[in-house]
């Protein structure tokens, strides 16, 4: 049977098309994913560090209140601040820091005070954590001017 000419084949034309739109979806829907994925996290770092409501945490290691000690400091973190007490000669010193989530990259946690936090929470039997329950790690991100880290543990 001999093919008409009347109406040409539109069909594998067609077919690229749809194909090539079901590829951009896909791929549109897979960065979706990621980017709610990375936002989900960042607000688990707040979750674990506020508890939904406002919890205070203590530099593993501290010295008993109310007497502190150079390197002391205390973290009460809420949805929006977190309020830093610092040792400083022997008394603290109070300051409030806007508290932001970020994610970039594939990470995400916590910003404040200049510097932005991926937030681990660890187990009781972690060296670091000294039997605590409640343990987590702040870990500073690199701002692209130094590699420097800086690891913060804390405990309520």
Same mark, same amino acid.
């Given at each position: 049977?001999?093919?008409?000419?009347?109406?040409?084949?539109?069909?594998?034309?067609?077919?690229?098309?749809?194909?090539?739109?079901?590829?951009?979806?896909?791929?549109?829907?897979?960065?979706?994913?990621?980017?709610?994925?990375?936002?989900?996290?960042?607000? +688990?770092?707040?979750?674990?560090?506020?508890?939904?409501?406002?919890?205070?945490? #203590?530099?593993?290691?501290? *010295?008993? *209140?109310?007497?502190?000690?150079?390197? +002391?400091?205390?973290?009460?973190?809420?949805?929006? #601040?977190?309020?830093?007490?610092?040792?400083?000669?022997?008394?603290?010193?109070?300051?409030?820091? &806007?508290?932001?989530?970020?994610?970039?990259?594939?990470?995400?946690?916590? *910003?404040?005070?200049?510097?932005?936090?991926?937030?681990?929470?660890?187990?009781?039997?972690?060296?670091?954590?000294?039997?605590?329950?409640?343990?987590?790690?702040?870990?500073? &991100?690199?701002?692209?001017?130094?590699?420097?880290?800086?690891?913060?543990?804390?405990?309520?």
């Amino acid at each position: 049977m001999a093919r008409s000419t009347a109406f040409p084949n539109f069909g594998p034309i067609l077919c690229m098309s749809i194909h090539k739109h079901k590829h951009m979806f896909r791929t549109s829907f897979l960065f979706l994913g990621l980017v709610l994925g990375m936002l989900v996290n960042a607000q +688990d770092a707040l979750g674990t560090l506020t508890g939904g409501g406002s919890q205070q945490w #203590q530099v593993i290691g501290n *010295a008993t *209140a109310p007497k502190c000690s150079p390197g +002391d400091a205390t973290y009460t973190f809420s949805a929006k #601040q977190v309020v830093v007490q610092e040792c400083a000669g022997g008394t603290w010193k109070s300051s409030n820091e &806007v508290l932001e989530t970020w994610s970039a990259g594939g990470k995400s946690g916590i *910003a404040f005070g200049g510097a932005k936090y991926e937030v681990k929470s660890l187990p009781a039997n972690a060296p670091a954590c000294k039997g605590n329950a409640h343990c987590v790690r702040l870990t500073t &991100v690199p701002d692209g001017k130094t590699d420097a880290t800086r690891s913060i543990y804390l405990a309520h």
